[in-house]
Structure formats: structure tokens, C-alpha cells
């Protein structure tokens, strides 16, 4: 049993920072209320984390593999842990996104070595087992954030959905200390740090501009300015990749079909399952009045059915990458699909059956894609490799939050336009998205009520149907993409040795797949 103690340590961290990747989704109508947040800052608490871990995973996994992994992974514990503490007691959203961003910070030093240090300790069958684990970890992480969020939020306060995260971090860096191994992989290198500034300020720009989008309008001078820096910074990102000795990442691995279409797949994969749960949970809870553990008990399906994906893809696998990550991403396109159906007279139970198809393509793609991703390139590229899918996860979870907002307040203005009986409807869509339908409603005179609360539910689920039919096509786009490149065989996926030092502690050099 040893053996697997640093699968437990790895995955106690895993669980926790991918938790709080969706686990203020439920929050969000608590901390609209208290902060007095608007959607866009309730869109920044969710981005702010997710955005700062996609941003510098590349940095990270690239860095870990010359300075270890293990240290890099316990300085990202102690970070997110500090950061946690500082969200439980931000006074304002201002300080709570601020918070988020560094938490994030930590995040990426957890997440940006999570595959590697498995890669090092596992091989075999062995290997196999602990991404299938590692993968069950992911899929129920991200579901069961609503989940915990609501009850959390119900039977304490928002703020515990942060404080949690103290003894889970503190037990976990005591796990890591005890019973995971260092390793490097190349010699002393220069940091790429151009390239990561570049990288951050791309992604950082493009969200932000997609966000400011929807509220101050698509040709304002500030937002064509913010979409025009990340233009600037995307090109001088290719090109300093393309000149540094030592870059965050290599972009000669897109050259590689197979690499190309699993990093596709990674970034249109949080976008198509899970973006769009924080539009779910403000209907429920705003405009359907479901407290918050009502609200996050109607997700629970999908964390069981990711769960039991995961568990079945181990355990009867491996399964050519083909195959489980095409088929996950159309089941997951499937799943949205089924749930963009909704009408005024809609409540929670309408999005269960899509939701549990969604979660077991989840369940299916997740421990594929990342075995898979190490397949295809060399063992001393394990952190980079590691770095890039989750950064791609993550920032496609961010520009989905994003977009989605584009679209879901976009079509409620719409509808209430065509309505003709509010006086602003742009003002009405940003009130009522930023989770404060109840008492828009309530400020309307009583005998009009019932008539507006029809509209209101009307306008919101025209708004997540919009939303739930792009998830569904990202998530069809992404399955046929794989289905057209990925070239990995089933044993490679599974079995093949990756990143850095096998359990001997020799550096194992795998051949240049594809």
C-alpha cells in the first residue's frame, strides 16, 4: 500500500484546487448579495483563478522539470493555502478577485507538475491505475465543486467554501513531504520568462475584453484596445517561442497531429462540460429560488456518472485515446445538448439526464487525454507536456465563462426587448444575469408581478438554451477534431514510461512518438 501514497498526496492537492475551480459556482448569488457584486465581477471571481492557473501552467511545468518537481509542488500547496485564507476574509469583490488571482498562482504550481510526478512514480499497469485514479479525482473535483459549494454556503457561509481548504492543504503537504520523491529533468536552463508574461497577458487581455465585451459594448475604444494587446501579445509570444532556447513551450510539437488534436480537445473540454454550470446555478437560485444545496444537488448526478466513467475507463482500459477522448467529447456535446430544452415553466429536474451524459464523457476523457498528451513526446518534456494540457483545460474554461456571458446576457436583453414593457432592457439584462432576478421582480408593481416573473424566466432560459447549444457544438467540434488526428495506441496511452525518472530513479528516454 505505500506504493500508492503518492498517488494520495498528489491527488489531495488535485482535489482541492480543482474544487476551487467550480466550487463558487453555487456562492455566487451569496456573494452577489453580500459584496454587492455585479455579473462581471462574479465572472472575474471564477476567472481570476481559473485565468492565473492557465497562464502560468506552461511556466510552471517547463520550470519544475530543472529546479524539481516535488519543490514546486509543495511551494504551490503553501501559496494556495495562504490565498484561501485571504478569500474567506475579503471584505469586497475587489479583494476577493485579487485573492483568487493568487490562489491561482499556487494552483499552477500544484497542477503544472500533478502528471509529471505521476509519470516519475508509475509505470506499467501501475500507471495506468494512478491516471485512472488521478483522472476519478479530476471528474469528481470539478462536479462536486457545486455540490460542496451549496452546502457549505446553506449551513455556513460562502466564506468556509475557502477556509475548507486549510487542513485538506496542510494534510496534504505533510503527504507530500513524507512520501514523494524529487526529480528534474534537464540541467540549469534560463527561465522563459518573456514568454510567460506574453502568454499571461494574452490570455488575460482576450478574457478580460470578452468580459467588458457584454457590459461596455464590442467597439469601445478600451475593449478593441484590450483585444488589440492580446493580439500584440499572442505574436510576440509565437515569435519569442519560436527564438528562445528554452521555451515555455515548444511549438514545434503542434507539428505533431496528434499533439495538436489533444490540446484542442483539452481546451474545448472545460468550455463544453463545465463553463456553463455558473449560468445554471444563477437560474436556479435567482430566478427558480432553490437554495444553494438544492441547486448543487442537481449537478451531484453529473460528479457520480464522472465518476464511475473514470472508474470503468480504468479499470477495463487502456482504450485506445481515439476512442475514449472522441467518444467523451460527444457524449459531453450530447449531454449539453439535452439540456438546452428548457422554457418558463422549467425547473432543475430538466437538466439531470444532460448533465449525466455530460458527465460521463467527463469521466472518459479526462485520464485519456493526459496519458495520452505524455505518448506523444519525449520523457524530458513530461513537466512541458504536463503544463500545456492543463493550461488548455483551464484557459478553455475561463474563455468559456467569458463568452458564455457574451451570450447569456446578450439573448436575455434580447428578449426582453421584444417584450416591449421594460423601460431599459440593457440595464434589466445586467441586473437580472448578475443573479438579482428576485428582486427585479420585486420591484415591479403586485399586480404586474406574476406577468414579469413569466418574463424573467423566459428571458433566462432563452439565455442558457443559447449557451448550452454553443457548449454543445465545441464539444461535437472537439470530438470529430480527434477523431481526424489522434494517432496514440492504446498501450503507449497507457503503459508507455513518460515523464522524467522511473520508480529506479533512471531517466527512461521514450521514442518520438508521431
Same mark, same amino acid.
Given at each position: 500500500?505505500?506504493?500508492?501514497?503518492?498517488?494520495?498526496?498528489?491527488?489531495?492537492? $488535485?482535489?482541492?484546487?480543482?474544487? #476551487?475551480?467550480?466550487?463558487?459556482?453555487?456562492?455566487l448569488p451569496?456573494?452577489?448579495?453580500?459584496?454587492? &457584486?455585479?455579473?462581471?465581477?462574479?465572472?472575474?471571481v471564477?476567472?481570476?483563478?481559473a485565468?492565473?492557473?492557465?497562464?502560468?501552467?506552461?511556466? +510552471?511545468?517547463?520550470?519544475? #522539470?530543472?529546479? /524539481?518537481?516535488?519543490?514546486?509542488?509543495? !511551494?504551490?500547496?503553501?501559496? %494556495?493555502?495562504?490565498?484561501?485564507?485571504?478569500?474567506?476574509?475579503?471584505?469586497?469583490?475587489?479583494?476577493?478577485?485579487?485573492?483568487?488571482?493568487?490562489?491561482?498562482?499556487?494552483?499552477?504550481?500544484?497542477?503544472?507538475?500533478?502528471?509529471?510526478?505521476?509519470?516519475?512514480?508509475y509505470?506499467g499497469?501501475?500507471?495506468?491505475?494512478?491516471?485512472?485514479?488521478?483522472?476519478?479525482? =479530476?471528474?469528481?473535483?470539478?462536479?462536486?465543486g457545486?455540490?460542496? /459549494?451549496?452546502?457549505?454556503t446553506?449551513?455556513?457561509d460562502?466564506?468556509?467554501?475557502?477556509?475548507?481548504?486549510?487542513?485538506?492543504?496542510?494534510?496534504?503537504?505533510?503527504?507530500?513531504?513524507?512520501?514523494?520523491?524529487?526529480?528534474?529533468?534537464?540541467g540549469?536552463?534560463?527561465?522563459?520568462?518573456?514568454?510567460?508574461?506574453?502568454?499571461?497577458?494574452?490570455s488575460?487581455?482576450?478574457?478580460?475584453?470578452?468580459?467588458?465585451?457584454?457590459? #461596455?459594448g464590442?467597439?469601445?475604444?478600451?475593449?478593441?484596445?484590450?483585444?488589440?494587446?492580446?493580439?500584440?501579445?499572442l505574436?510576440?509570444?509565437?515569435?519569442?517561442?519560436?527564438?528562445?532556447?528554452?521555451?515555455?513551450?515548444?511549438?514545434?510539437?503542434?507539428?505533431?497531429?496528434?499533439?495538436?488534436?489533444?490540446?484542442?480537445?483539452?481546451?474545448?473540454?472545460?468550455?463544453?462540460? %463545465? *463553463?456553463?454550470?455558473?449560468?445554471?446555478?444563477?437560474?436556479?437560485?435567482?430566478?427558480?429560488g432553490?437554495? @444553494?444545496?438544492?441547486?448543487?444537488?442537481?449537478?451531484?448526478?453529473?460528479?457520480?456518472?464522472?465518476f464511475?466513467?473514470?472508474?470503468? *475507463?480504468?479499470?477495463?482500459? @487502456?482504450? @485506445? @485515446?481515439?476512442?475514449?477522448?472522441?467518444?467523451?467529447?460527444?457524449?459531453?456535446? +450530447?449531454?449539453?445538448?439535452?439540456?438546452? $430544452?428548457?422554457?418558463?415553466?422549467?425547473?432543475?429536474?430538466?437538466?439531470?439526464?444532460?448533465? +449525466?451524459?455530460?458527465?460521463?464523457?467527463?469521466?472518459?476523457?479526462?485520464?485519456?487525454?493526459?496519458?495520452? *498528451?505524455?505518448? $506523444?513526446v519525449?520523457?524530458?518534456?513530461?513537466?512541458?507536456?504536463?503544463?500545456?494540457? =492543463?493550461?488548455?483545460r483551464?484557459l478553455?474554461?475561463?474563455?468559456g465563462?467569458?463568452v458564455?456571458?457574451?451570450?447569456?446576457?446578450?439573448?436575455?436583453?434580447?428578449?426582453?426587448?421584444?417584450?416591449?414593457?421594460?423601460?431599459?432592457?440593457?440595464e434589466?439584462? !445586467? +441586473?437580472?444575469?448578475?443573479?438579482? &432576478?428576485?428582486?427585479? !421582480?420585486?420591484?415591479?408593481?403586485?399586480?404586474?408581478?406574476?406577468?414579469? $416573473?413569466?418574463?424573467?424566466r423566459?428571458?433566462?432560459?432563452?439565455?442558457?438554451?443559447? !449557451?448550452?447549444?454553443?457548449? *454543445?457544438?465545441?464539444?461535437?467540434?472537439?470530438?470529430?477534431?480527434?477523431?481526424?488526428?489522434?494517432?496514440?495506441?492504446?498501450?503507449?496511452?497507457?503503459?508507455?514510461?513518460?515523464a522524467?525518472?522511473?520508480p529506479?530513479g533512471?531517466?527512461?528516454?521514450?521514442?518520438? &512518438?508521431?
Amino acid at each position: 500500500m505505500r506504493k500508492w501514497w503518492p498517488l494520495a498526496a498528489i491527488c489531495l492537492g $488535485t482535489f482541492m484546487l480543482l474544487l #476551487d475551480v467550480t466550487i463558487v459556482t453555487v456562492a455566487l448569488p451569496a456573494m452577489a448579495s453580500d459584496l454587492g &457584486a455585479t455579473l462581471s465581477e462574479l465572472e472575474w471571481v471564477v476567472d481570476a483563478y481559473a485565468l492565473a492557473l492557465a497562464a502560468l501552467l506552461l511556466g +510552471v511545468g517547463s520550470r519544475a #522539470d530543472r529546479i /524539481g518537481r516535488r519543490r514546486v509542488y509543495l !511551494v504551490g500547496l503553501i501559496v %494556495f493555502t495562504a490565498a484561501s485564507v485571504a478569500c474567506a476574509v475579503a471584505p469586497n469583490a475587489g479583494v476577493l478577485i485579487g485573492a483568487r488571482a493568487v490562489q491561482g498562482i499556487g494552483a499552477a504550481g500544484m497542477f503544472g507538475t500533478t502528471i509529471a510526478l505521476l509519470g516519475m512514480h508509475y509505470g506499467g499497469r501501475d500507471r495506468g491505475v494512478a491516471f485512472a485514479v488521478w483522472g476519478a479525482t =479530476n471528474s469528481v473535483a470539478a462536479a462536486a465543486g457545486p455540490v460542496v /459549494g451549496g452546502l457549505l454556503t446553506q449551513y455556513l457561509d460562502w466564506r468556509w467554501i475557502f477556509f475548507v481548504n486549510l487542513p485538506v492543504c496542510l494534510a496534504a503537504v505533510a503527504m507530500t513531504l513524507l512520501s514523494v520523491r524529487e526529480a528534474k529533468g534537464q540541467g540549469r536552463q534560463r527561465a522563459d520568462v518573456l514568454g510567460t508574461v506574453a502568454f499571461t497577458v494574452a490570455s488575460g487581455a482576450l478574457t478580460f475584453g470578452l468580459i467588458r465585451a457584454h457590459s #461596455d459594448g464590442w467597439t469601445t475604444p478600451f475593449t478593441l484596445g484590450l483585444f488589440g494587446t492580446a493580439a500584440v501579445a499572442l505574436a510576440l509570444f509565437v515569435v519569442v517561442e519560436r527564438r528562445v532556447e528554452n521555451p515555455i513551450l515548444d511549438l514545434s510539437l503542434f507539428r505533431r497531429p496528434s499533439f495538436t488534436g489533444i490540446m484542442t480537445g483539452a481546451l474545448f473540454l472545460q468550455g463544453a462540460a %463545465f *463553463a456553463y454550470l455558473l449560468y445554471e446555478s444563477l437560474w436556479m437560485q435567482s430566478v427558480l429560488g432553490y437554495e @444553494p444545496v438544492e441547486a448543487g444537488l442537481y449537478i451531484l448526478p453529473m460528479c457520480a456518472s464522472a465518476f464511475l466513467a473514470s472508474v470503468l *475507463a480504468g479499470r477495463f482500459g @487502456p482504450w @485506445p @485515446p481515439r476512442a475514449a477522448i472522441g467518444g467523451g467529447l460527444a457524449l459531453i456535446a +450530447v449531454g449539453s445538448g439535452m439540456q438546452a $430544452t428548457l422554457d418558463a415553466g422549467s425547473s432543475g429536474s430538466s437538466l439531470v439526464a444532460g448533465l +449525466v451524459v455530460a458527465g460521463l464523457g467527463v469521466g472518459l476523457v479526462t485520464p485519456s487525454l493526459s496519458a495520452a *498528451a505524455l505518448a $506523444t513526446v519525449p520523457p524530458e518534456r513530461g513537466g512541458m507536456v504536463g503544463g500545456a494540457v =492543463n493550461t488548455f483545460r483551464q484557459l478553455g474554461f475561463a474563455l468559456g465563462i467569458a463568452v458564455y456571458g457574451v451570450i447569456f446576457q446578450s439573448r436575455i436583453e434580447g428578449v426582453l426587448k421584444a417584450d416591449g414593457g421594460i423601460p431599459d432592457p440593457h440595464e434589466a439584462a !445586467v +441586473v437580472l444575469s448578475g443573479g438579482h &432576478a428576485r428582486s427585479f !421582480v420585486a420591484g415591479w408593481p403586485e399586480a404586474e408581478r406574476a406577468e414579469m $416573473t413569466h418574463l424573467v424566466r423566459e428571458a433566462f432560459t432563452s439565455g442558457l438554451n443559447a !449557451v448550452l447549444v454553443v457548449a *454543445a457544438a465545441l464539444g461535437a467540434a472537439a470530438s470529430l477534431i480527434i477523431v481526424a488526428t489522434v494517432r496514440v495506441p492504446a498501450a503507449d496511452a497507457g503503459q508507455r514510461p513518460g515523464a522524467g525518472a522511473m520508480p529506479g530513479g533512471q531517466e527512461t528516454r521514450a521514442d518520438a &512518438a508521431l
